[in-house]
């Protein structure tokens, strides 16, 4: 069931963004919502920006600068969990030109996070730290709505209640605190109109439970206050590199790939491992203890106490990017971990243990791809991790749901790899995905 929360403008993204801004033309000048070709949630928005005497032309202020900015700023529960949400979200949106956000409950933004050229364009509609992006004050778009609502929202370009931000597109999810479920903040992702997509709607999701999940487990459970100097906040990324980066106490500590692998075996293994099991995981032929003993000393100096000895294992939970891939497949949630999949785990390892935790991971994604027919989730990981994968592609060729531009591209790439793998132009694939 199509959500409503979910913009879709189709593939002619300009032909649609004119259609809605003749339908912001149409409602300024006194239009029945029931009358304007848009989304109900977006009529409704527009309906409340008006009531609110929002000027469609004016960007919202700017209400917290300098120290009072930086001072709000460190003392709110979502400074805990910046290190997740900008590994998450902020490592996206930098490599895809794109804004990361996040603001507090009533639509501040706290930190504005993306590549330097986009950041300055922002400027120039107040999209910046220390602005309010409240419906009230900016009208409809995808922060203040989602506050608005208590929902993930997208919100595509025109669709956007102030003119200057409709060449804009944006996807925003509400961050809960987890001892009371009230609001204290949203997670949004800001950019051109590739952010017209699914996945970024599920990015923002999934960056949004992570930042629940983190703050639910940093809480002080005796007495409900917000302790952040007694926990570490220990978060591993893995995914499509060479060597891990630990978040570690506010600190990214960059790991050698030996390094890293023990990580993802000992947080693979909470009952902890024994010298010889270790070794067996990591090494291809026998490895003398020693050589063991000095990695994990070596290890130790640069994430102090988090490794323990007799058995080797964590000393405390472990969150890593790869664990997030495998939560949205347990809540069976295919759209989360595409989004959240950002390559292989540590693709250059060698090490038996994590060869084997890539491959599984690697199927179950590919498998939970193959079992929907959302022609969205089906495109996306054909694009990104499966170019050369025939059954993918015919998937979506096949899909009922896919349009026009859709089947043309998964047709295409149907012709091209059977020719290349010798098969007739029509016919069942029986292949084995060609490994990377």
């Not at 409602?27 to 304007?36: T, Y």
């Not at 940093?218 to 893995?238: D, H, I, K, M």
């Not at 170019?387 to 592609?393: A, G, P, R, T, V």
């Not at 060729?397 to 010798?422: C, I, M, N, P």
Request: charged letters at 25%; hydrophobic letters at 40%; a negative charge.
């Amino acid at each position: 069931m199509h959500s409503p929360y979910l913009a879709e403008p189709g593939t002619e993204h300009k032909q649609r963004a004119g259609e809605i801004a003749r339908a912001h033309e149409a409602f300024l000048s006194g239009a029945a919502p029931d009358q304007l070709d848009v989304r109900p949630v977006v009529a409704q928005s527009w309906q409340r920006s008006q009531r609110a005497r929002v000027d469609p032309e004016t960007p919202p202020p700017i209400v917290l600068t300098d120290d009072e900015l930086a001072a709000y700023r460190e003392d709110h529960l979502l400074s805990a969990v910046l290190p997740v949400l900008r590994e998450l979200v902020g490592r996206v949106a930098e490599a895809d030109r794109h804004l990361m956000s996040i603001a507090d409950a009533q639509g501040r933004l706290l930190w504005v996070d993306g590549h330097k050229t986009v950041r300055d364009t922002g400027e120039r509609i107040h999209f910046v730290e220390g602005a309010i992006w409240d419906e009230r004050f900016a009208g409809t778009n995808a922060p203040g709505t989602a506050l608005a609502l208590d929902e993930a929202v997208q919100i595509f370009a025109t669709e956007h209640y102030s003119v200057p931000v409709h060449p804009w597109t944006c996807a925003a999810a509400p961050i809960h605190d987890p001892a009371t479920g009230e609001i204290i903040g949203m997670i949004d992702v800001t950019g051109g109109s590739v952010v017209a997509h699914p996945h970024s709607l599920a990015l923002v999701k999934a960056a949004a439970r992570a930042a629940e999940a983190e703050l639910s487990w940093r809480r002080a459970p005796e007495n409900g206050l917000w302790l952040p100097e007694q926990r570490t906040v220990a978060r591993l990324s893995a995914l499509n590199r060479s060597e891990g980066v630990l978040l570690l106490d506010g600190r990214r500590v960059r790991l050698s790939p030996r390094h890293t692998e023990i990580l993802v075996l000992l947080r693979e293994n909470p009952e902890g491992m024994t010298g010889d099991q270790l070794a067996d995981a990591l090494y291809e032929d026998f490895a003398n203890p020693a050589t063991l003993r000095v990695e994990i000393n070596r290890l130790r100096r640069a994430v102090g106490d988090l490794v323990q000895s007799r058995p080797y294992r964590l000393a405390e939970g472990l969150d890593a990017d790869y664990a997030d891939v495998r939560d949205a497949l347990e809540r069976g949630e295919p759209a989360a971990a595409v989004a959240a999949y950002a390559g292989p785990l540590l693709p250059m390892s060698e090490a038996r243990g994590v060869a084997e935790l890539r491959d599984l991971l690697d199927a179950r994604v590919r498998c939970a791809v193959l079992s929907t027919d959302d022609p969205a989730i089906l495109e996306a990981w054909a694009t990104k991790h499966g170019n050369d994968d025939l059954e993918i592609w015919e998937r979506l060729a096949a899909s009922r749901r896919a349009d026009l531009a859709q089947q043309a591209l998964a047709k295409t790439q149907v012709r091209r790899l059977r020719a290349e793998y010798g098969l007739p132009p029509n016919g069942a694939t029986f292949l084995q995905r060609p490994r990377r």
